[in-house]
């Protein structure tokens, strides 16, 4: 029997170049629940009697009549998880009945063996939703893992269960009610607000953790969530053997949802050998600059290779740099984009490509960085915030304002930098600025808060995080 492990790293992995790592996971779920099912389908015969009573109604679950042999086997076509959270690593958990499976490949385990109390206090071998809290400023709860069983709510804190839980949800979330669908954690970067997001059949609540009060919304063309999934900065809804991304504020939907598992598997049979995308997604090494494109786009450049994750459809593609970019070759120091180009600087000389594909390298450049910017070269990292035209440098600890539209242009505004001795890159988007160094990413809500910042804010694993490397 070839490992499902390995079976499954080769389908992520052939997704992963196509471009498909959300179908991918979905694929190597439906393997795991298929090789869970096929390893134990006595236990699994003898657990199923009673536990679905009531719930599969409650969800309106469209095939789930079988035996339970049967019905598991049926999800490998079309599969609905119970409850998905990111554990403390930032590692995603999903849970489908009492199994849990840790990260996108890799075999189902007993979700008692890492969460042994969720048994205790519970028969019915599920847990109805899941997140985990990750707001600094809630120090009390912050980084724990919370899940919901019925009108009761458990904190974890490195697979521990905190002191006096399970409490019942009403206690730690007023106004949220029991017997929840989903849960997902949204921070304020992307939602405004430290906030907690429940949902229930069409019931969407979102729980502000500061002042506990809860706004309930009306997300009109979301499906009704049996578990969701805040992964990479974006927020996945799961239903039924399908899955939309949604805009966690407004609960719009956007591009081609629902997917479904099946049909990526279809389209996924084609790989070829060389792996720069496992490789590059999950690298410790420091990157050299990054930057994202008007459309959202992330451009991330590392010694000879650079990874591109697309913002529509949040797939990754590595690829060298002498393929996509000639006549830069290698080793970038910073990279910002403007106005649909890429400025790129090596040295003491600027590239500036047309985004397009294939990218194009203007006329007449390179140019010496000093006569285009006003500023001599090497530099650390540059970036331009959304509808602006201000090119921020940082260099020797100091960052500069470049005016785009000056002629000619100076680097003005010249102040120091306290918390970083060195950057390797950064980016600016709708959320604030992203600053990268080492393994990790630091994120500030403008360029000037990270100028004033005189301690480092919460720090974010790139490869986790940023490019969905799972583990
Ligand atoms: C993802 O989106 C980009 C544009 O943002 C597009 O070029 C690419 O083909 C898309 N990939 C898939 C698999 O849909
Ligand atoms: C976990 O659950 C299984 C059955 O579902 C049981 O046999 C086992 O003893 C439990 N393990 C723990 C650590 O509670
Ligand atoms: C928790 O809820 C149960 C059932 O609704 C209730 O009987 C019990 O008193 C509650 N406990 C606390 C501490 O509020
Ligand atoms: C969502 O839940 C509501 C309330 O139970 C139900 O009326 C509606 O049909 C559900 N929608 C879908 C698409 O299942
Ligand atoms: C709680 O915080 C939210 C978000 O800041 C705010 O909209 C709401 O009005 C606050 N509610 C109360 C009762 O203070």
């Not at 109390?117 to 600094?136: K, T």
């Not at 949802?257 to 070829?272: G, L, Q």
């Amino acid at each position: 029997m070839v490992p499902f492990a390995q079976l499954c790293r080769l389908w992520t992995r052939g997704h992963y170049k196509m471009k498909l790592l959300p179908h991918a996971l979905f694929l190597c779920l439906a393997l795991a629940l298929a090789w869970a099912d096929h390893h134990e389908p006595h236990k699994k015969d003898g657990r199923d009697h009673g536990r679905d009573h009531g719930r599969d109604h409650d969800r309106g679950r469209d095939n789930d009549h079988g035996h339970g042999h049967e019905r598991v086997r049926d999800r490998c076509k079309g599969i609905e998880m119970d409850a998905v959270a990111v554990n403390e690593e930032g590692i995603p958990y999903f849970f489908k009945e009492d199994y849990l499976f840790k990260g996108f490949h890799g075999k189902a385990e007993l979700a008692n063996e890492s969460f042994a109390e969720l048994d205790d206090h519970h028969h019915l071998g599920h847990v109805d939703a899941a997140f985990r809290m990750h707001y600094e400023d809630d120090p009390n709860h912050h980084d724990r893992m919370f899940f919901f069983l019925d009108h009761k709510v458990f904190a974890y804190y490195q697979h521990k269960l905190e002191v006096g839980y399970p409490k019942n949800i009403s206690e730690v979330f007023p106004g949220i009610p029991d017997h929840l669908d989903a849960a997902v954690e949204c921070p304020k970067s992307e939602c405004g607000e430290d906030s907690v997001i429940f949902f229930k059949k069409n019931e969407i609540f979102h729980f502000y953790v500061k002042n506990k009060t809860v706004d309930e919304r009306d997300f009109r063309s979301m499906p009704n969530c049996t578990s969701a999934f805040r992964f990479m900065e974006h927020y996945y809804c799961f239903h039924g053997h399908k899955f939309s991304k949604f805009d966690p504020k407004t609960g719009e939907v956007h591009g081609k949802y629902p997917k479904e598992a099946r049909k990526y598997f279809m389209r996924c049979s084609k790989f070829d050998d060389d792996d720069h995308e496992e490789r590059e997604r999950c690298s410790r090494v420091h990157l050299d600059a990054i930057t994202s494109d008007d459309a959202g786009n992330i451009y991330a450049f590392r010694g000879h290779h650079y990874i591109r994750k697309d913002e529509g459809n949040d797939t990754l593609k590595a690829d060298t740099i002498e393929n996509a970019f000639k006549e830069l070759h290698s080793e970038v120091d910073a990279v910002f984009s403007y106005d649909g180009h890429l400025y790129m600087i090596k040295d003491d000389q600027l590239f500036v490509y047309r985004v397009g594909e294939p990218h194009t390298h203007l006329d007449g450049y390179p140019k010496p960085v000093q006569e285009e910017l006003g500023i001599k070269g090497p530099i650390e990292a540059a970036f331009v915030c959304e509808d602006h035209h201000i090119a921020h440098i940082i260099k020797d600890r100091h960052m500069y304002d470049v005016d785009l539209k000056a002629t000619p242009r100076t680097a003005g505004n010249k102040r120091p930098i306290s918390i970083m001795k060195k950057v390797d890159g950064a980016m600016c988007g709708p959320g604030g600025v992203k600053v990268f160094r080492g393994n990790h990413y630091y994120h500030f809500e403008s360029p000037k808060l990270f100028v004033a910042a005189r301690a480092l804010p919460e720090q974010h694993r790139i490869s986790l995080e940023l490019f969905g490397c799972d583990h």
